[in-house]
């Protein structure tokens, strides 16, 4: 069974490129969550969605963050354009249920370097 | 607001030592508290949970009990493995009409042959 599948696992980009991070979670799973993991700050929830639909997104750093979630098995993290604070490793994890009280389940992370 | 404080590491010990990681948490009402492990370059993988006070969550060796009066969740495993080397993360969730889960900083074990 297929866990948490992120892509791509490392990015590189420049300043002022935009992008994507993509996620797809464990299939019958209606909560998602993005986080964002550095040394400085630790782990931040940035945004999460319950059926689809984005329920908190207080975390988000400011507008050149967004993210979207078009059917239950696909999401997305776009930064545009993006800076080097950005350079961290950005977690999607999936859990059933909408309570918060369940086990998430966590993705391998993508490594995102900001030139 | 809410916030969970762990203590710093890295803590390093010898093979089949005992382990403590101390966790306490600041929540108005009754929150869940979990353990997740996070190994070299994997994601965080949930080791063990309490959802009210005195329950106790056990895992892999691994136990933490949900104490309410001194608000701490603290993990202990009886005797380490070299394998037990990773960042422990204590967290919590609480239903808020939403809910938030919020992580502590993050312990890094290591465990020496």
């Known amino acids: 069974d297929a866990g948490v599948i992120q892509s791509p696992r490392h990015e590189v980009t420049e300043m002022g490129q935009e992008v994507t991070l993509r996620c797809k979670p464990i299939s019958g799973h209606n909560s998602l969550f993005w986080y964002r993991q550095t040394m400085m700050r630790g782990l931040e929830l940035l945004i999460y969605?319950?059926?689809?639909?984005?329920?908190?997104d207080s975390g988000m750093p400011e507008d050149r963050f967004s993210a979207k979630m078009p059917n239950a098995s696909f999401s997305t993290l776009k930064i545009q354009p993006s800076e080097p604070r950005d350079s961290a490793v950005y977690f999607c994890?999936?859990?059933?249920?909408?309570?918060?009280?369940?086990?998430?389940?966590f993705g391998p992370g993508t490594r995102l370097t900001v030139l | 607001g809410d916030s969970v404080t762990q203590m710093e590491g890295p803590v390093t010990l010898s093979e089949e030592a005992f382990l403590t990681i101390n966790c306490t948490y600041t929540?108005?009402?009754?929150?869940?508290l979990f353990w997740y492990v996070q190994y070299p370059g994997e994601g965080l993988q949930l080791l063990l949970k309490?959802?009210?006070?005195?329950d106790k969550g056990s895992n892999k060796g691994f136990e933490a009990t949900y104490r309410k009066e001194t608000t701490s969740f603290h993990l202990e495993k009886g005797s380490v493995q070299v394998s037990d080397s990773a960042v422990y993360f204590c967290?919590?969730?609480?239903?808020?009409?939403?809910?938030?889960?919020?992580f502590g900083a993050g312990t890094r074990l290591f465990v020496k042959a």
């Open positions: 967290a919590l969730t609480r239903n808020t009409g939403g809910f938030k889960t919020i």
């Open positions: 994890a999936s859990s059933f249920g909408s309570d918060g009280y369940n086990e998430q389940f």
């Open positions: 969605f319950n059926n689809n639909v984005p329920i908190d």
């Open positions: 929540a108005t009402g009754y929150p869940s």
């Open positions: 309490a959802t009210k006070a005195d």
